[in-house]
């Protein structure tokens, strides 16, 4: 089970920190993405991290702004953003799997997700 948290209305160029808790023995071996859809959008892949940190991806839009970080001793995956902008506007969903893929859609496990809005 995976519990995405700390979305909320923010203004262009400030931060958020996302944060996603997973539960489960076997979370020390999933890999995590996150994932965001905007609306009337498809999903789209934002970063991921592998299962021991040792990777990350992001797309190219937040390279540069956003961060992954996880703790495997918390089971939490994080999503620092910073520099925000009205198009990282959305649904953001942390997900799970034992394979890392940066795609939006072949993950094995999905949170509720947490609404990100940035608009002056």
């Known amino acids: 089970q995976l519990q995405a948290s700390g979305g909320g209305l923010v203004q262009p160029g400030g931060s958020l920190r996302l944060s996603c808790v997973v539960s489960?023995?076997?979370?020390?071996?999933?890999?995590v993405a996150w994932i965001r859809q905007a609306p009337g959008k498809e999903r789209e892949f934002v970063a991921a991290?592998?299962?021991?940190?040792?990777?990350?991806y992001y797309t190219k839009s937040v390279e540069g702004r956003f961060t992954v970080s996880r703790d495997n001793t918390r089971n939490t995956v994080d999503l620092q953003m910073n520099n925000l902008r009205p198009e990282d506007t959305g649904v953001y969903y942390c997900?799970?799997?034992?394979?890392?893929?940066?795609?939006?859609?072949?993950?094995?496990?999905w949170g509720q997700g947490t609404q990100v809005t940035v608009s002056s």
């Open positions: 489960g023995e076997f979370f020390r071996l999933f890999a």
């Open positions: 997900a799970g799997g034992r394979n890392l893929v940066t795609d939006a859609y072949n993950w094995d496990y």
């Open positions: 991290i592998r299962w021991d940190a040792t990777d990350t």
